[in-house]
């Protein structure tokens, strides 16, 4: 079954860089997309990037747009979001998650995700 965990996140001052890690067990997380989202206390969560199987189609929120860039290692079964000039904003518990759906639909962003990890949180503060 697969399992996903995120790591990477922190305390970091604005205009400053993280990147988290979307890791799982074994190769299952090759054949799925993987979403990464977000949820800043007090609001509703909302995807930030997204990347499909092969890699070749990616998505991004139009807030992080230029700042992130979302990428994936299948030797290494693991996708990252590399965070640049953070700001604020984007303090929030990022979660990654696998598509969900047909074994076709899997392997594309989409609108549903399942599993989720746990997250990990992201703290953009001076």
């Known amino acids: 079954q697969l399992q996903l965990v995120e790591s990477g996140g922190g305390l970091v001052q604005p205009g400053g860089s993280l990147r988290l890690s979307c890791e799982s067990s074994?190769?299952?997380?090759?054949?799925?997309?993987i979403g990464w989202f977000r949820q800043a206390p007090g609001k509703e969560r909302e995807m930030v990037s997204c990347i499909s199987a092969n890699g070749g189609d990616t998505k991004y929120a139009d807030s992080v747009k230029g700042r992130f860039t979302v990428s994936r290692d299948h030797f290494k079964f693991a996708a990252y979001l590399q965070m640049d000039n953070l700001i604020p904003e984007d303090t929030a518990v990022y979660y990654c998650?696998?598509?969900?759906?047909?074994?076709?639909?899997?392997?594309?962003?989409?609108?549903?995700?399942?599993?989720w990890g746990r997250g990990t949180q992201v703290t953009v503060s001076s």
């Open positions: 074994g190769l299952l997380l090759n054949g799925y997309a």
């Open positions: 998650a696998a598509r969900s759906g047909s074994k076709s639909d899997q392997r594309f962003c989409g609108d549903t995700f399942d599993p």
